[in-house]
């Protein structure tokens, strides 16, 4: 081929690309946005359904131009894992426990010390005058929160009656606790419980091993992580609340045009609202299930242990001023229940 054919080729080829380029500016073609999403909630739960269905109708209300790709079931790992995955850029989102949102805002654990909300309208009442405040903190770490949601109030699951702290104490008692889980590890050390660290991953291989034979958690997750076959017991006396949150990593969503951001964050929101109501009537769904198909007996926790689990929490609350959260937080959260009590 001559120089001048070769001259005339290169010109038409230019020529296709920038009409081609011009075309599709003006007929509004877009990229589509893969946002990878993990999460350890398994397939066919509450959760994992919530999120399918959210992921649906924001790929739906962005024609197309946002599509989610799940990974569930702890796939890719522990929550610490899809953080660092997020952090590299391998996964864009997720949906996790204060564990998880801990590593991105250490504060956010607070939610999760013992005995520090009574009832759900207590979390709501606090979580909801929070909620600004904590969308900017997860701003600053270079997330983007989608929503909160629970997970439920946890309880004491065992293979022998828990109705004390004496009982946790004996030695045959091999207490689950998450390896960093700061929060137990400090109360439970104050309380003389002895703990076996594990992550939510290990849980199965561990209960089926002997490894551990008693776990704190809430009723649902003992059904959908199928935990309870294990389990002969459960001690009527809520330690603790598990929360959650979906994010998306600030460096993904500022790929989003504007419009984009408001169907996520709307839609998330709307789906966040509608799960806390669903995994709260699982919970209740859940503690009958347990009693009336898998044979699982209530017990009580005695007075006595309760006052002495109550000051074993308030200490543990103290103690973990300027490691975890501010003096400032704490007494933030707790002029807010004292605010809600007086009211209700």
Same mark, same amino acid.
């Given at each position: 081929?001559?120089?001048?054919?070769?001259?005339?080729?290169?010109?038409?080829?230019?020529?296709?690309?920038?009409?081609?380029?011009?075309?599709?500016?003006?007929?509004?073609?877009?990229?589509?946005?893969?946002?990878?999403?993990?999460?350890?909630?398994?397939?066919?739960?509450?959760?994992?359904?919530? #999120?399918?269905?959210? $992921?649906?109708?924001?790929?739906?209300?962005?024609?197309?131009?946002?599509?989610?790709? #799940?990974?569930?079931? *702890?796939?890719?790992?522990?929550?610490?894992?899809?953080?660092?995955?997020?952090?590299?850029?391998?996964?864009?989102?997720?949906?996790?426990?204060?564990?998880?949102?801990?590593?991105?805002?250490?504060?956010?654990?607070?939610?999760?010390?013992?005995?520090?909300?009574?009832?759900?309208?207590?979390?709501?009442?606090?979580?909801?005058?929070?909620?600004?405040?904590?969308?900017?903190?997860?701003?600053?770490?270079?997330?983007?929160?989608?929503?909160? *949601?629970?997970? $439920? #109030?946890?309880?004491?699951?065992?293979?022998?009656?828990?109705?004390?702290?004496?009982?946790?104490?004996?030695?045959?008692?091999?207490?689950?606790?998450?390896?960093?889980?700061?929060?137990? &590890?400090?109360?439970?050390?104050?309380?003389?419980?002895?703990?076996?660290?594990?992550?939510?991953?290990?849980?199965?291989?561990?209960?089926?091993?002997?490894?551990?034979?008693?776990?704190?958690?809430?009723?649902?997750?003992?059904?959908?992580?199928?935990?309870?076959?294990?389990?002969?017991?459960?001690?009527?006396?809520?330690?603790?609340? $598990?929360? *959650?949150?979906?994010?998306?990593?600030?460096?993904?969503?500022?790929?989003?045009?504007?419009?984009?951001?408001?169907?996520?964050?709307?839609?998330?929101?709307?789906?966040?609202?509608?799960?806390?109501?669903?995994?709260?009537?699982?919970?209740?769904?859940?503690? !009958?299930?347990?009693?009336?198909?898998? $044979?699982?007996?209530?017990?009580?926790?005695?007075?006595?242990?309760?006052?002495?689990?109550?000051?074993?929490?308030?200490?543990?609350?103290?103690?973990?001023?300027?490691?975890?959260?501010?003096? !400032?937080?704490?007494?933030?959260?707790?002029? &807010?229940?004292? !605010?809600?009590?007086?009211?209700?």
């Amino acid at each position: 081929m001559n120089y001048q054919n070769l001259k005339k080729k290169t010109c038409i080829t230019s020529y296709i690309c920038i009409i081609l380029f011009l075309c599709s500016v003006c007929i509004g073609v877009h990229a589509v946005e893969s946002i990878k999403f993990a999460t350890l909630a398994p397939k066919g739960s509450t959760w994992m359904n919530n #999120f399918l269905a959210m $992921g649906k109708e924001i790929t739906n209300n962005t024609d197309g131009e946002i599509k989610f790709r #799940f990974y569930a079931n *702890g796939v890719m790992g522990d929550e610490l894992d899809v953080i660092s995955k997020m952090r590299v850029g391998a996964l864009h989102s997720g949906a996790m426990t204060a564990t998880g949102l801990g590593e991105i805002n250490q504060e956010v654990l607070i939610f999760q010390l013992p005995r520090l909300f009574k009832s759900y309208e207590e979390l709501d009442y606090v979580r909801d005058h929070l909620r600004d405040d904590l969308y900017n903190v997860f701003l600053e770490k270079g997330y983007v929160l989608i929503g909160m *949601g629970d997970i $439920g #109030f946890y309880y004491i699951f065992s293979n022998k009656p828990i109705r004390n702290i004496k009982d946790l104490q004996a030695s045959d008692v091999k207490l689950w606790v998450r390896t960093s889980d700061t929060i137990g &590890l400090e109360f439970y050390k104050r309380a003389n419980i002895a703990t076996v660290p594990r992550e939510v991953t290990q849980v199965i291989s561990a209960l089926n091993s002997g490894q551990i034979n008693t776990l704190t958690t809430s009723p649902y997750v003992t059904v959908a992580l199928q935990w309870y076959p294990q389990f002969k017991y459960m001690t009527n006396f809520p330690v603790s609340i $598990g929360v *959650g949150a979906s994010v998306i990593t600030k460096e993904k969503f500022d790929k989003l045009t504007p419009d984009q951001q408001k169907v996520v964050l709307e839609i998330g929101d709307k789906f966040q609202t509608g799960l806390i109501k669903d995994i709260r009537a699982d919970n209740e769904k859940a503690v !009958e299930a347990l009693i009336k198909k898998a $044979g699982i007996q209530v017990v009580e926790f005695e007075d006595e242990s309760i006052d002495e689990w109550e000051t074993y929490s308030v200490e543990t609350h103290n103690a973990l001023v300027g490691e975890i959260y501010s003096q !400032e937080f704490l007494d933030k959260i707790n002029k &807010l229940l004292e !605010e809600y009590r007086n009211k209700n």
